[in-house]
């Protein structure tokens, strides 16, 4: 699976957009972004995943660069509910027993 | 909507005693991850199983050992316990061939070792 470089922490108030990037600069042509997120001592949750073109849903926005080097995760009223440890993973899907490989993530803070 | 159930979810046991987690996967999902998160640390791969078979290994101790079952359920069976072994362990599952491939995870069972 591609590298990813995520910064370790941000800060959001409460009600903004929280706008998550990460760097995957490697990425192969077969792979998928995803973004899983991880609340306090919670189990991970998904949130979204692309492959070049842009995703929305009930959660957020994924945003992808043309040469698909970088992402932006995009919570676009973010709440205290959202503090948790963003992970952006690159990887192939629907491989049979092809794992996540968790690395670094963003810490995002939201303050009131 | 149903989730992944892991049994226990806290579980005290000495240095050298054995350790059976549980998991119950999502209805008719057929793959099911073990992950091992330590204190201040990111979730770490242990082993997975597709079909009952075993899938793909990572970095899990020979001390422990998985499987399974009939039923889709799995098992983590640790023995001689470590304190090293203190750490929350999740479960995911997973069905293959879906539109969106993802992973759903379970609670955790947070084990102490002391």
């Known amino acids: 699976d591609a590298k990813t470089t995520q910064p370790p922490s941000m800060d959001c108030a409460e009600g903004r957009a929280a706008n998550l990037p990460c760097n995957h600069s490697?990425?192969?042509?077969?792979?998928?972004v995803y973004w899983y997120r991880q609340i306090h001592s919670q189990g991970p949750q998904y949130i979204i995943h692309?492959?070049?073109n842009n995703e929305t849903n009930e959660m957020a926005s994924l945003i992808i660069t043309e040469d698909r080097k970088s992402s932006t995760l995009i919570l676009p009223h973010a709440t205290l509910r959202d503090t948790a440890v963003y992970y952006c993973?690159?990887?192939?899907?629907?491989?049979?027993?092809?794992?996540?490989?968790f690395g670094g993530g963003t810490r995002l803070m939201v303050k009131p | 909507a149903a989730g992944v159930i892991q049994s226990p979810r806290h579980l005290i046991k000495e240095k050298r005693e054995t350790a059976t987690l549980k998991c119950y996967p999502i209805?008719?999902?057929?793959?099911v991850y073990w992950y091992q998160q330590g204190p201040g640390q990111d979730p770490q791969f242990l082993i997975s199983?597709?079909?009952?078979?075993?899938?793909d290994k990572g970095s899990i101790p020979d001390r422990f050992s998985a499987q399974q079952f009939s039923d889709y359920h799995s098992e983590l069976n640790m023995s001689s316990l470590e304190l090293g072994d203190s750490a929350l362990y999740f479960c995911?599952?997973?069905?293959?061939?879906?539109?969106?491939?993802?992973?759903?995870f379970g609670p955790g069972t947070r084990l102490l070792v002391l």
């Open positions: 490697t990425i192969s042509g077969n792979e998928y």
């Open positions: 995911a599952s997973r069905s293959t061939g879906g539109a969106k491939e993802t992973q759903y």
């Open positions: 692309g492959l070049k």
């Open positions: 993973i690159v990887r192939v899907p629907n491989n049979a027993g092809n794992m996540l490989t």
């Open positions: 209805p008719r999902h057929d793959t």
């Open positions: 199983f597709y079909e009952k078979m075993q899938s």
